[in-house]
């Protein structure tokens, strides 16, 4: 017969795992180490290379010069170089929103592309003749006299996504440690350190929050610093109110897993 707990706050039996779950219930703890790792050096990633490396393209991008002319055209350049284009045609549906470019070598052939259709992509033809800038051998930006429209292959000032990235990486890699140690340190009492409810809203409000802030300080322009502060809060205080609610009973506990 499987014992039972009470609970501290209103003498409610929280029911404790069968010695036959008790190998299941390492297993998972294990699991969840090896994807607390995991997450860990994603986050680790993020933010000792990723973040860099778009920081430094983004830098080295702004700063480049003009190219100089030449008879033959290298197929990748650090400068800016500006050449004619005829379209041969143009996609804008809501998956794929792209340019297919004809122009000279190495370039005979290009597809570039958009995040959005205006200002210059919507009112482009078939045989209509463009200048397109070229930066390492992307098209990162086309003119269609003085309009200018930059294409998805320019590198972009939005630290803020990849820093929400290595926010929600780091976030998990603590929740997965903390539900994976306590399975293995003391299988049968997990408490409110289960799946449901405890550990499913945990990760409902980490991906969102992370998803929402980091898309806000993008469209306002907010620093980066702000996203990890910010979802770094929210689920602090989401985990510390919903501990606080499943020890009182105001949110049903689910079995230990």
């Given at each position: 017969?499987?014992?039972?707990?009470?609970?501290?706050?209103?003498?409610?039996?929280?029911?404790?795992?069968?010695?036959?779950?008790?190998?299941?219930?390492?297993?998972?703890g294990g699991a969840l180490l090896v994807l607390s790792v995991l997450a860990a050096l994603t986050c680790y990633s993020a933010f000792a290379s990723w973040l860099p490396d778009s920081r430094g393209r983004l830098h080295e991008y702004r700063t480049a010069?003009?190219?100089?002319?030449?008879?033959?055209?290298?197929?990748?350049?650090?400068?800016?170089?500006?050449?004619?284009?005829?379209?041969?045609?143009?996609?804008?549906?809501s998956?794929?929103?792209?340019?297919?470019?004809?122009?000279?070598?190495p370039y005979p052939r290009r597809v570039v592309p958009f995040g959005h259709s205006g200002p210059v992509l919507s009112?482009?033809?078939?045989?209509?003749?463009?200048?397109?800038?070229?930066?390492?051998?992307?098209?990162?930006?086309?003119?269609?006299?003085?309009?200018?429209?930059v294409s998805a292959d320019a590198p972009r000032d939005e630290p803020q996504m990849i820093v929400a990235a290595g926010t929600f990486a780091g976030l998990m890699a603590a929740l997965t440690l903390m539900f994976g140690?306590?399975?293995?340190?003391?299988?049968?009492?997990?408490?409110?350190?289960?799946?449901?409810?405890?550990?499913?809203?945990?990760?409902?409000?980490?991906?969102?929050?992370?998803?929402?802030?980091?898309l806000l300080t993008v469209w306002t322009g907010l620093p980066w610093l702000i996203v990890p502060t910010v979802c770094g809060t929210v689920v602090a205080l989401t985990a510390w109110f919903l501990r606080q609610d499943l020890r009182q009973g105001r949110v049903g506990q689910g079995h230990a897993e």
């Open positions: 017969m499987a014992m039972k707990r009470t609970g501290a706050a209103q003498g409610t039996d929280i029911p404790l795992p069968p010695r036959s779950r008790i190998g299941e219930t390492l297993l998972v010069k003009t190219c100089p002319a030449r008879t033959v055209i290298p197929s990748s350049e650090d400068c800016l170089r500006e050449l004619a284009f005829t379209v041969e045609s143009t996609r804008n549906a998956r794929q929103i792209d340019a297919t470019l004809l122009g000279p070598e009112g482009l033809e078939p045989k209509d003749r463009i200048t397109g800038t070229v930066w390492r051998g992307n098209v990162v930006e086309i003119a269609e006299g003085d309009i200018r429209q140690g306590v399975r293995l340190v003391r299988p049968r009492h997990l408490g409110v350190l289960t799946w449901s409810p405890y550990g499913k809203w945990l990760l409902i409000v980490t991906g969102v929050s992370c998803a929402v802030v980091g």
